[in-house]
């Protein structure tokens, strides 16, 4: 690690107007992307500025068919939570999925979103749930947030404050764990509205997306056998040494089709 | 220590490249930067070329070929994390900050990563002495009989499959603290080894300097494999530093530099062709086994892939006729030394694979056909045509007693249950074994002291890494001399360096180290029974020892061995103080193991359903060791079968697998229970009757349950597949089988 400084923010305008000052600088959260990154010398930041205990940016809430859950969440709170676990048991279930016990009880549901990893859990449910992301400065949609490989929406010195989850009837993920890391090779998150489903991939492609022509199945018919006759179109998923494009097009399908039969259990 | 200073290292991150040029002052000029060392200064020192374990001379009278190793590059890099620059600094972040200011300028080498590369037509060679990158070429068995005994053959069954190479990945990385003494013209060395002996020699014969030169302070070891058995450049490198600055000078890995740098395992390319009769029966094998060695040749590697392949080429199988060549390749990738194992896991991979299919081609039943071809107890000991010299053994007892307790007759039901819920099952087996004991040393010590107290310790030169000699070899002692077992203390590394004996290492603490722990304790009562007489007042053949106590024969006098040792503790040196030292010949543990896995064929995840080990490792000394011993290693097995795999990429040479992002490692959920049985046939080669057990899991899991995933594979019209056996690998075989019974349909 190079050395940099660490500050120990007090209010979310004292964190975000030190950032505008420090262009080098950097939040910091649970840090489980970002210390790993500082160790292998991969970043310099001047400075690291700890917003882990800011209570604006805490607590989990559902109202008005909301679920609202604030960025600095660890993702075992989320996991435990009897809100979580009541009104969107699925979400619960997901947070319980990440990485190891270790790292669900430092890395926080803020940080993963505004890392938009290719292979992390939270991006789909994000998505799937048709969220909106709460800044200091605005409110984004799900749909214009995610922006491809570690790419948001997020402008320099824009932090995450919260994230509000549409609340479905009724949602389900199912995830295929990359052997070596844990991450989501594939993930696929399904959500019932009333007004119809969503279906967020992760881990597939270069960042998270939702699967169209699932969705459009399932209006017809909420079944597993609707998606049976679909091909997932491999050209623009990822390919590695773990797992070639059609493995992971045939993962795509496969967890949607168990995601979907949790769905139908529920 | 007090003084100590820091070291980081530049590495190479070009797999083949000379080094055009090197400009490390602007380093020197870096905050807290006390030198910067370079390859200059490794000739200089002529610390430039490593020691080999080996003696083997082939057909042509040659010997592996030694190529210059200077522990930091000189002129030339042949792999990537091979060491280029050393800074010293008097922080660690200080020497690491300043390693980015080194100047280096490359001109890149075509880089081999692979075997068939480096062995390609005109292939560049890593080294100046070895054109053709083939450091050795040896042969064992007999050509002209293999040649004669082929086209008799009724059935020739074949198979190509690469063990393949991993990364050892201890839970600790390694960390060096090294200190010169000017005064005594000595280096302190605070490091990891698998044994005293071993690692000093090596640094002797790497630096030219005298062995007791050279003072060994050795600790636990968070897990070894094999990995830690070399005399590693670092080594050297904090020699020269320490020497220069007159201060200690330390070091400890990081995780990424272990993964290029550390000894990798394995890595060889096996083929092999299996004769046999219209009934079954074996009549001849021929191996071909190309060795990656990487880009040099370490201490334990080619000795290992030599020796302990040639051992047991037979496998447990009468073959009258036996072949296999062996090529030690260099290729640009990280050296390859012993890993668990170190050969025999390698071997009874490829035999075990080439009679699961031959059994298969010729329809038999595959623990028949084994049972067919095994050497028979009447024929031990049993010479085979590569060297093995086999001690008594029971293979068809094991493989009855696996049999019975896998249920191997009840699988169709088992197969037709998990079928219902759309899962592959498939029952795996491997007969195997393997040749241990062997070590560089001649003879083991141990020496066994009484304190001022009259407390007894155990001193050893075998470290532990987790083989629990601390119980195990006290728990001899504790034994042999009847007393409480926490009455003998335990010592691994004495800080006179005075023991000798051979590291942990090739199933053979037990067997060697083990051994005169019981050599030792009746040393020890045959020494103190004078003493005992003395103390009772009666002639020495009035006495006689049993369950700790020296009792005279007349008058009821008798007293403990613990009480005569603390009567005597004003002495010094105690007077029940012994030395012993033995020497021991090859043991050979074998085994059958029987494994069922499921596999779900929409994403080729494998689960393994159930593991059976029916063991024989001699007489147990520790039953909970020896399962402890075979759960690791049936788990170190499992990793490389179903995932460990250190990748290069082709063309640039780069490790692809260069953290546990990409490098698989088995969880423990992949094989929920291990269950185990001993099978017992005492060797003759000890005084303990043990065979060792450090390896033998490995050995077998690698074929056992490879033949599971075939089993379940086969009958979808699956072709021999090989490890990794990923689920992407096996979800695209699936695929792969289904297209071509389409094609055959229409």
Same mark, same amino acid.
């Given at each position: 690690?190079?050395?940099?400084?660490?500050?120990?923010?007090?209010?979310?305008?004292?964190?975000?107007?030190?950032?505008?000052?420090?262009?080098?600088?950097?939040?910091?959260?649970?840090?489980?992307?970002?210390?790993?990154?500082?160790?292998?010398?991969?970043?310099?930041?001047?400075?690291?500025?700890?917003?882990?205990?800011? &209570?604006?940016?805490?607590?989990?809430?559902?109202?008005?068919?909301?679920?609202?859950?604030?960025?600095?969440?660890?993702?075992?709170?989320? &996991?435990?939570?009897?809100?979580?676990?009541?009104?969107?048991?699925?979400?619960?279930?997901?947070?319980?999925?990440?990485?190891?016990?270790?790292?669900?009880?430092?890395?926080?549901?803020?940080?993963?979103?505004?890392?938009?990893?290719?292979?992390?859990?939270?991006?789909?449910?994000?998505?799937?749930?048709?969220?909106?992301?709460?800044?200091?400065?605005?409110?984004?949609?799900?749909?214009?947030?995610?922006?491809?490989?570690?790419?948001?929406?997020?402008?320099?010195?824009?932090?995450?404050?919260?994230?509000?989850?549409?609340?479905?009837?009724?949602?389900?993920?199912?995830?295929?764990?990359?052997?070596?890391?844990?991450?989501?090779?594939?993930?696929?998150?399904?959500?019932?509205?009333?007004?119809?489903?969503?279906?967020?991939?992760?881990?597939?492609?270069?960042?998270?997306?939702?699967?169209?022509?699932?969705?459009?199945?399932?209006?017809?018919?909420?079944?597993?056998?609707?998606?049976?006759?679909?091909?997932?179109?491999?050209?623009?998923?990822?390919?590695?040494?773990?797992?070639?494009?059609?493995?992971?097009?045939?993962?795509?399908?496969?967890?949607?089709?168990?995601?979907?039969?949790?769905?139908?259990?529920? | 220590?007090?003084?100590?200073?820091?070291?980081?290292?530049?590495?190479?991150?070009?797999?083949?490249?000379?080094?055009?040029?090197?400009?490390?002052?602007?380093?020197?000029?870096?905050?807290?930067?006390?030198?910067?060392?370079?390859?200059?200064?490794?000739?200089?020192?002529?610390?430039?070329?490593?020691?080999?374990?080996?003696?083997?001379?082939?057909?042509?009278?040659?010997?592996?070929?030694?190529?210059?190793?200077?522990?930091?590059?000189?002129?030339?890099?042949?792999?990537?994390?091979?060491?280029?620059?050393?800074?010293?600094?008097?922080?660690?972040?200080?020497?690491?900050?300043?390693?980015?200011?080194? #100047?280096?300028?490359?001109?890149?080498?075509?880089?081999?990563?692979?075997?068939?590369?480096?062995?390609?037509?005109?292939?560049?060679?890593?080294?100046?002495?070895?054109?053709?990158?083939?450091?050795?070429?040896?042969?064992?068995?007999?050509?002209?009989?293999?040649?004669?005994?082929?086209? %008799?053959?009724?059935?020739?069954?074949?198979?190509?499959?690469?063990?393949?190479?991993?990364?050892?990945?201890?839970?600790?990385?390694?960390?060096?603290?090294?200190?010169?003494?000017?005064?005594?013209?000595?280096?302190?060395?605070?490091?990891?080894?698998?044994?005293?002996?071993? !690692?000093?020699?090596?640094?002797?014969?790497?630096?030219?300097?005298?062995?007791?030169?050279?003072?060994?302070?050795?600790?636990?070891?968070?897990?070894?494999?094999?990995?830690?058995?070399?005399?590693?450049?670092?080594?050297?490198?904090?020699?020269?530093?320490?020497?220069?600055?007159?201060?200690?000078?330390?070091?400890?890995?990081?995780?990424?530099?272990?993964?290029?740098?550390?000894?990798?395992?394995?890595?060889?390319? /096996?083929?092999?062709?299996?004769?046999?009769?219209?009934?079954?029966?074996?009549?001849?094998?021929?191996?071909?086994?190309?060795?990656?060695?990487?880009?040099?040749?370490?201490?334990?590697?080619?000795?290992?892939?030599?020796?302990?392949?040639?051992?047991? /080429?037979?496998?447990?199988?009468?073959?009258?006729?036996?072949?296999?060549?062996?090529?030690?390749?260099?290729?640009?990738?990280?050296?390859?030394?012993?890993?668990?194992?170190?050969?025999?896991?390698?071997?009874?991979?490829?035999?075990?694979?080439?009679?699961?299919?031959?059994?298969?081609?010729?329809?038999?039943?595959?623990?028949?056909?084994?049972?067919?071809?095994?050497?028979?107890?009447?024929?031990?000991?049993?010479?085979?045509?590569?060297?093995?010299?086999?001690?008594?053994?029971?293979?068809?007892?094991?493989?009855?007693?696996?049999?019975?307790?896998?249920?191997?007759?009840?699988?169709?039901?088992?197969?037709?249950?998990?079928?219902?819920?759309?899962?592959?099952?498939?029952?795996?087996?491997?007969?195997?074994?393997?040749?241990?004991?062997?070590?560089?040393?001649?003879?083991?010590?141990?020496?066994?002291?009484?304190?001022?107290?009259?407390?007894?310790?155990?001193?050893?030169?075998?470290?532990?890494?987790?083989?629990?000699?601390?119980?195990?070899?006290?728990?001899?002692?504790?034994?042999?001399?009847?007393?409480?077992?926490?009455?003998?203390?335990?010592?691994?590394?004495?800080?006179?360096?005075?023991?000798?004996?051979?590291?942990?290492? %090739?199933?053979?603490?037990?067997?060697?180290?083990?051994?005169?722990?019981?050599?030792?304790?009746?040393?020890?009562?045959?020494?103190?029974?004078?003493?005992?007489?003395?103390?009772?007042?009666?002639?020495?053949?009035?006495?006689?020892?049993?369950?700790?106590?020296?009792?005279?024969?007349?008058?009821?006098?008798?007293?403990?061995? #613990?009480?005569?040792?603390?009567?005597?503790?004003?002495?010094?040196?105690?007077?029940?103080?012994?030395?012993?030292?033995?020497?021991?010949?090859?043991?050979?543990?074998?085994?059958?193991?029987?494994?069922?896995?499921?596999?779900?064929?929409?994403?080729?995840?494998?689960?393994?359903?159930?593991?059976?080990?029916?063991?024989?490792?001699?007489?147990?000394?520790?039953?909970?060791?020896?399962?402890?011993?075979?759960?690791?290693?049936?788990?170190?097995?499992?990793?490389?079968?179903?995932?460990?795999?250190?990748?290069?990429?082709?063309?640039?040479?780069?490790?692809?697998?260069?953290?546990?992002?990409?490098?698989? /490692?088995?969880?423990?959920?992949?094989?929920?229970?291990?269950?185990?049985?001993?099978?017992?046939?005492?060797?003759?080669?000890?005084?303990?009757?043990?065979?060792?057990? %450090?390896?033998?899991?490995?050995?077998?899991?690698?074929?056992?349950?490879?033949?599971?995933?075939?089993?379940?594979?086969?009958?979808?019209?699956?072709?021999?597949?090989?490890?990794? !056996?990923?689920?992407?690998?096996?979800?695209?075989?699936?695929?792969?089988?289904?297209?071509?019974?389409?094609?055959?349909?229409?």
């Amino acid at each position: 690690m190079f050395e940099l400084s660490y500050l120990k923010a007090k209010s979310l305008s004292e964190a975000t107007s030190f950032l505008s000052t420090h262009p080098e600088a950097k939040f910091l959260s649970g840090g489980m992307t970002l210390l790993p990154t500082l160790k292998q010398r991969l970043a310099r930041p001047t400075h690291l500025v700890d917003v882990s205990a800011l &209570a604006e940016l805490g607590g989990i809430e559902a109202k008005g068919g909301q679920l609202v859950i604030g960025a600095i969440t660890k993702h075992y709170e989320v &996991a435990a939570s009897a809100v979580v676990r009541k009104v969107i048991p699925a979400l619960a279930y997901l947070a319980h999925q990440i990485g190891d016990q270790q790292v669900r009880n430092r890395g926080t549901l803020g940080g993963s979103v505004a890392n938009n990893d290719p292979a992390a859990d939270y991006p789909s449910a994000v998505l799937a749930l048709n969220a909106r992301i709460v800044t200091n400065k605005r409110e984004i949609a799900a749909d214009e947030f995610f922006q491809g490989m570690f790419a948001t929406a997020l402008e320099d010195g824009e932090i995450i404050v919260r994230v509000q989850f549409e609340v479905p009837r009724r949602a389900a993920y199912e995830k295929f764990r990359h052997p070596a890391s844990g991450y989501a090779m594939t993930g696929v998150f399904i959500a019932e509205f009333d007004t119809g489903t969503r279906v967020a991939v992760t881990g597939a492609g270069p960042g998270v997306f939702r699967w169209t022509d699932a969705e459009a199945a399932l209006a017809k018919q909420l079944a597993p056998a609707s998606l049976e006759p679909l091909v997932v179109d491999h050209t623009n998923l990822n390919q590695d040494i773990h797992a070639s494009q059609e493995y992971r097009a045939n993962l795509v399908k496969v967890m949607a089709k168990r995601a979907l039969q949790k769905l139908l259990n529920t | 220590m007090p003084g100590q200073l820091h070291a980081a290292f530049l590495r190479s991150d070009h797999a083949h490249a000379d080094i055009v040029s090197m400009n490390t002052a602007p380093a020197l000029a870096r905050p807290g930067v006390q030198a910067v060392f370079a390859g200059s200064d490794a000739r200089a020192a002529g610390y430039v070329r490593f020691p080999l374990m080996s003696n083997f001379i082939n057909r042509n009278g040659g010997a592996p070929i030694k190529s210059d190793r200077p522990v930091l590059a000189h002129g030339k890099v042949r792999f990537v994390g091979e060491l280029v620059a050393m800074v010293v600094a008097k922080s660690a972040s200080a020497a690491q900050d300043a390693l980015d200011a080194i #100047e280096i300028e490359y001109r890149d080498l075509p880089a081999a990563a692979t075997i068939n590369d480096a062995l390609a037509k005109g292939a560049q060679p890593l080294h100046a002495g070895v054109p053709d990158n083939r450091s050795f070429i040896w042969e064992a068995g007999d050509a002209d009989a293999v040649a004669h005994a082929f086209p %008799g053959a009724a059935h020739v069954a074949r198979i190509d499959v690469v063990s393949t190479r991993v990364v050892a990945s201890p839970m600790e990385p390694r960390a060096y603290l090294v200190s010169y003494d000017a005064a005594s013209d000595c280096y302190d060395f605070h490091t990891q080894a698998q044994g005293m002996a071993m !690692l000093r020699w090596q640094l002797a014969q790497l630096t030219g300097l005298p062995e007791e030169k050279l003072r060994l302070h050795l600790y636990d070891v968070g897990g070894s494999f094999g990995q830690r058995s070399s005399a590693y450049p670092e080594h050297a490198a904090l020699m020269m530093a320490s020497k220069k600055l007159g201060r200690p000078v330390k070091w400890v890995s990081t995780r990424s530099e272990g993964f290029l740098s550390d000894a990798h395992g394995r890595g060889i390319q /096996m083929s092999g062709q299996l004769a046999l009769d219209k009934d079954g029966n074996f009549l001849a094998a021929r191996y071909d086994f190309k060795c990656d060695m990487g880009a040099y040749l370490t201490p334990t590697g080619c000795s290992g892939h030599l020796r302990n392949v040639a051992a047991c /080429m037979t496998g447990v199988y009468k073959t009258p006729a036996l072949y296999g060549d062996f090529s030690l390749v260099h290729t640009n990738a990280a050296p390859i030394a012993a890993y668990r194992g170190a050969g025999r896991p390698d071997i009874a991979y490829v035999v075990e694979r080439l009679v699961d299919k031959a059994a298969a081609d010729m329809n038999i039943d595959r623990a028949e056909l084994r049972r067919r071809n095994f050497i028979p107890m009447t024929a031990f000991p049993y010479t085979s045509m590569t060297g093995g010299v086999y001690e008594l053994s029971d293979f068809a007892g094991c493989l009855d007693k696996a049999l019975k307790a896998a249920d191997w007759a009840g699988f169709a039901h088992r197969r037709a249950a998990a079928a219902r819920t759309g899962k592959l099952r498939g029952i795996g087996i491997g007969t195997v074994i393997e040749g241990t004991g062997l070590g560089r040393s001649p003879s083991d010590q141990i020496a066994l002291e009484f304190d001022a107290q009259g407390k007894l310790t155990l001193c050893t030169a075998t470290l532990s890494s987790g083989q629990s000699h601390e119980t195990t070899f006290t728990q001899v002692v504790a034994q042999s001399l009847g007393v409480a077992h926490e009455f003998v203390g335990f010592c691994s590394s004495r800080r006179d360096n005075e023991i000798l004996g051979n590291g942990s290492g %090739g199933s053979r603490s037990m067997v060697g180290a083990g051994s005169v722990c019981q050599i030792a304790s009746q040393k020890l009562i045959a020494q103190a029974l004078p003493l005992a007489a003395e103390a009772l007042e009666v002639e020495p053949s009035q006495i006689k020892f049993a369950h700790g106590v020296f009792n005279a024969n007349e008058g009821g006098k008798s007293i403990s061995l #613990e009480a005569l040792a603390r009567r005597l503790a004003g002495t010094h040196p105690h007077p029940m103080n012994v030395l012993a030292e033995s020497s021991v010949g090859s043991t050979y543990p074998n085994g059958c193991h029987i494994a069922e896995v499921e596999i779900d064929p929409e994403t080729g995840v494998t689960q393994v359903a159930s593991y059976f080990a029916a063991d024989d490792c001699g007489v147990v000394i520790n039953h909970s060791i020896v399962e402890g011993q075979v759960h690791g290693g049936v788990m170190q097995g499992a990793g490389q079968v179903f995932g460990e795999h250190a990748v290069y990429d082709r063309g640039s040479g780069q490790l692809l697998t260069g953290s546990f992002n990409d490098y698989y /490692m088995p969880r423990a959920g992949l094989i929920p229970e291990i269950r185990m049985d001993e099978h017992p046939v005492p060797s003759t080669a000890n005084v303990l009757g043990a065979k060792g057990v %450090g390896e033998s899991g490995c050995t077998a899991s690698l074929p056992t349950l490879v033949s599971a995933v075939m089993d379940a594979l086969r009958p979808l019209g699956v072709p021999e597949l090989d490890m990794p !056996l990923t689920p992407a690998k096996v979800w695209h075989a699936i695929q792969d089988a289904k297209a071509q019974q389409k094609v055959k349909a229409h």
